[in-house]
């Protein structure tokens, strides 16, 4: 059950757009369209944002979109905002049926 | 809106037990598969386990194997996490979350989580 890779950090100026990666493996991302990103600002729970690789709930900004190719997914926010800056964990579900994280990705707004 | 609202947490000592609880509303509990996530002081989310709609299938992370039990009580609306041989790493933000489907899959809303803090 090794975590998904993420990058430890991004950052981008306000109207930017941004890319997190979340690489696993075809046993989790690979094997499945079961992934889901969350935002998590400080001291509050997690929010999701994208689920089932790219569907948005409803309430989140149509700025936030979700992608996935092989082994790894991708979160992508446009159009940078302040509100934007969080931690930024992606999910997999896996073939033994657990989930699995990512490391998180801090987002910075510079 | 769906409401998930955690209790239980507190201080232990290590090789001691407790049990979370997690009261669920605002949805059709017996309906969907549930989580229990955890978050230790300043660091990222680690998934412990996942029960089905009906509790007949569980499955747990490595790290609390054999030390955790996973349940789920559908009459009261309740998801139940029974921790024993407790450890200074199990040390956690404890969520509970609701998953989107009768077996899990991804989670898709989250309790504000009870603290439980493992130390002599």
């Known amino acids: 059950q090794s975590a998904l890779t993420q990058p430890a950090s991004v950052s981008g100026s306000p109207g930017q757009s941004i890319t997190i990666s979340c690489t696993g493996t075809?046993?989790?991302?690979?094997?499945?369209?079961?992934v889901s990103w969350y935002q998590q600002h400080p001291g509050k729970a997690p929010k999701l944002m994208i689920s089932d690789v790219s569907n948005r709930p409803s309430g989140v900004s149509n700025r936030f979109s979700g992608s996935k190719s092989g082994n790894t997914a991708s979160l992508t926010i446009s159009g940078l905002q302040a509100e934007d800056e969080a931690d930024y964990y992606c999910?997999?579900?896996?073939?033994?049926?657990?989930?699995?994280f990512g490391g998180g990705t801090k987002l910075t707004v510079l | 809106q769906v409401q998930l609202v955690e209790s239980g947490g507190g201080v232990v000592q290590p090789g001691r037990s407790l049990r979370l609880s997690c009261a669920a509303s605002?949805?059709?509990?017996?309906?969907?598969?549930l989580h229990w996530v955890r978050q230790a002081p300043g660091k990222g989310l680690e998934w412990v386990a996942v029960i089905s709609y009906d509790g007949s299938n569980k499955y747990y992370a490595d790290s609390v194997k054999g030390r955790f039990t996973i349940s789920r009580d559908n009459s009261k609306n309740t998801l139940y996490l029974q921790m024993n041989s407790l450890r200074t790493e199990d040390t956690a933000l404890y969520y509970c979350?609701?998953?989107?489907?009768?077996?899990?899959?991804?989670?898709?809303?989250w309790g504000q989580g009870t603290l439980v803090t493992v130390s002599s």
């Open positions: 605002r949805f059709t509990f017996s309906s969907y598969a």
């Open positions: 979350a609701k998953d989107a489907y009768t077996y899990g899959r991804g989670t898709v809303s």
């Open positions: 999910s997999s579900y896996t073939s033994s049926s657990t989930l699995v």
């Open positions: 075809s046993s989790d991302v690979g094997g499945y369209s079961y």
